[in-house]
């Protein structure tokens, strides 16, 4: 295997920059807890002297226990003109105890004249005042040089006496910032080789996404010798996103043999990704290389033909390696086989010659053509082929249900009520919610009944709802609603279709239920048996 590369993970710091973003404490704890177990070597978890939230999680930190991960907390170099001993900034800082600390100077001559309006002289004694600091104190400091990649090609000497500076003071590390994103991979690749031979000591990466390239300019400076890789772990960060550490370490450990997290973690990378996206509370991009539900989806019939007689004609990686799992979407252009993988999951005595099989084909055909969609849907899909199997039992029935709209001015928390009564084995249960829109009023209020009989529906939430208007230009067009629902474990889409939306959302919402039922039920008489 060639050499380590030390993966530095900024999501708790530069990862809550981005848009629509916001971590509590014990989001942050969290997501510091899976990376831990995940073995990323750093996390940088904010500024302490930033904000009270980032101070009490570091106050919190302090309690915790990590088995693979350094904690880094993260600040700028002094102020100009003061003493970096009175600075608050820096003093904040050190409370945060860590044994790790990152600090960022200004390496782009424009910056230090323009933006901190201070001298070039001054700025290197900010870097190397505030270094030496806090290797006096006995810390692990690595220097984060903002906008090199710009300052270099604006000034080249000024932006090596920076370095310079920060090495003198002490700097365990330093770290080549593309701060704003434009840096093509043979510039990345170009610089970093001639820093690394000229300091001869750790060198590290740190891009941002603005051109599409933050990935594929990280591993260009690990091949031009870097061994520190920043980025955030699914991409999330300020503007267009940091560099997307999943992508690179699996990259880097399973294309190019480096090391990045211990081997027998690196099954638990889509795990990883979507718990953090969970905890985030967004959606993890389904077109992420490696880990997102995209990365392994196939759905013409060549490609799923292909794959079935030999994976990697169509795969550049089993999906196993990264604990992803491979998908054939069901389409009228997914052919026989990928349809059959479905039927044969459920029912293995089934072949393609089988009636049952062409019956479900042409079903497929017909709901297609009445507006279904099932591809990203399979769940949907799963469900309708043990019905028509006769391999379902309904956990729950639906017996009556009413929607009641109120005016939006005269209710600004709630605009709708949801009554319904669910029966389940002959005992019956009414209840009544009130939402935001009448899906959301339908949705709590047939989970708050189902859930008198089926406690464990609480872990179920919905995540995800998207309507599509299939034919339009009249008002009675049918629409499909597209419901996507997760346990924390694992995520499924439901799809219902109709000329009504509360019955095609009622049709998705029913599915998505029935399936956590009887995946719960499979799951409890496996261990039972």
């Excluded at 772990?233 to 190019?256: S, V, Y």
């Excluded at 005016?407 to 084995?425: G, L």
């Amino acid at each position: 295997m060639n050499r380590e590369i030390k993966i530095f993970d900024s999501y708790l710091r530069d990862g809550a920059q981005a848009r629509n973003v916001s971590f509590s404490i014990e989001d942050k704890i969290k997501i510091l807890t899976a990376l831990d177990e995940l073995g990323v070597a750093y996390v940088e978890a904010g500024n302490p002297g930033s904000n009270s939230k980032d101070k009490e999680f570091f106050e919190r930190a302090k309690q915790m226990t990590l088995k693979n991960t350094k904690l880094a907390a993260f600040g700028s170099t002094r102020r100009k003109d003061i003493a970096v001993e009175d600075d608050d900034n820096v003093r904040q800082l050190l409370s945060a105890e860590t044994d790790t600390v990152v600090i960022f100077g200004k390496s782009s001559d424009f910056h230090v004249t323009d933006v901190i309006q201070t001298s070039l002289d001054e700025n290197l004694a900010m870097i190397q005042d505030t270094v030496r600091f806090f290797k006096e104190k006995g810390k692990e400091v690595i220097y984060d040089a903002e906008h090199f990649f710009d300052g270099y090609r604006s000034n080249d000497r000024y932006a090596l006496r920076t370095l310079q500076a920060a090495k003198d003071g002490g700097a365990d590390c330093l770290v080549l910032c593309d701060t704003n994103g434009g840096s093509f991979p043979d510039d990345i690749y170009d610089i970093t080789k001639l820093i690394r031979d000229k300091f001869k000591m750790e060198i590290g990466i740190h891009c941002h996404n603005d051109t599409g390239m933050a990935e594929a300019n990280s591993i260009m400076a690990v091949k031009a010798g870097a061994n520190h890789v920043q980025g955030t772990f699914i991409g999330i960060g300020e503007r267009c996103g940091n560099a997307n550490l999943a992508t690179i370490i699996a990259n880097l450990q399973l294309k190019k043999n480096y090391r990045c997290i211990p081997k027998e973690q690196m099954a638990r990378l889509t795990e990883t990704a979507k718990y953090v996206a969970e905890v985030t509370n967004i959606s993890l991009n389904p077109g992420a290389p490696y880990v997102g539900n995209n990365a392994f989806a196939h759905k013409g019939g060549m490609h799923i033909d292909g794959v079935n007689k030999a994976s990697d004609s169509f795969e550049h990686i089993s999906p196993e390696l990264v604990g992803n799992v491979r998908t054939f979407l069901m389409s009228e252009v997914s052919g026989k086989n990928a349809i059959m993988k479905m039927i044969q999951k459920i029912d293995s005595s089934i072949t393609k010659s089988s009636k049952e099989a062409k019956e479900l084909v042409d079903i497929l055909k017909d709901m297609e053509h009445d507006g279904y969609q099932f591809e990203g849907a399979e769940t949907s899909f799963e469900m309708m082929v043990r019905k028509h199997l006769g391999k379902y039992r309904p956990f729950f029935r639906v017996s009556y249900y009413r929607i009641i709209e109120e005016d939006p001015e005269s209710s600004k928390e709630h605009s709708s009520t949801a009554m319904i009564k669910i029966e389940v084995d002959g005992s019956e249960e009414i209840t009544a919610s009130e939402g935001n829109g009448p899906v959301n009023a339908l949705d709590k209020a047939m989970r708050k009944a189902i859930e008198v009989f089926y406690p464990h529906l609480k872990e179920m939430k919905l995540v995800d709802y998207k309507v599509r208007v299939i034919d339009s230009g009249a008002s009675a067009s049918k629409v499909r609603v597209l419901i996507e629902s997760t346990d924390g474990l694992s995520n499924w889409t439901t799809v219902g279709v109709s000329t009504n939306i509360i019955e095609a959302s009622m049709l998705a919402l029913m599915d998505s239920i029935e399936y956590k039922l009887l995946k719960d039920d499979e799951e409890k008489r496996a261990v039972q048996n």
